[in-house]
């Protein structure tokens, strides 16, 4: 049984910063790339940062220079540090897991993330 399991979300000011952690259960975690997609209220569901396997990374413009996502492939976890954060982060941050197949995409029940003062 697959499961993504995040933590570290919460209630932060503007301009704070946060850890949000996935581990993994189920997969062989090396071989998928790992991605972070947020949803604010009202809003689709957005991809945030992505990790492949071989360690490259992808971010939407929002995030660029305030977000970094990495992975520890031996502890099956994948990570997004989130600094100077606005309140427009506002948003249920959800973990993904991709093989790059239709059938084997996975998701994590999300945290949420509220920056407010």
């Known amino acids: 049984q697959v499961q993504l399991v995040e933590s570290g979300g919460g209630l932060v000011q503007p301009g704070g910063s946060l850890r949000l952690s996935c581990a993994a259960s189920?997969?062989?975690?090396?071989?998928?790339?790992m991605g972070w997609y947020r949803q604010a209220p009202g809003k689709q569901r957005e991809l945030v940062a992505q990790?492949?396997?071989?360690?490259?990374?992808n971010y939407a413009d929002s995030v660029k220079g305030r977000f970094t996502i990495s992975r520890d492939n031996a502890k099956n976890t994948v990570y997004l540090q989130m600094n100077s954060l606005k309140p427009e982060d506002t948003a249920v941050y959800y973990c993904?897991?991709?093989?790059?197949?239709?059938?084997?995409?996975?998701w994590g029940q999300g945290t949420q993330v509220t920056v407010s003062s």
């Open positions: 993904n897991a991709d093989y790059g197949t239709q059938t084997r995409v996975y």
């Open positions: 990790i492949t396997r071989g360690g490259f990374t």
């Open positions: 189920g997969i062989i975690f090396s071989r998928y790339t």
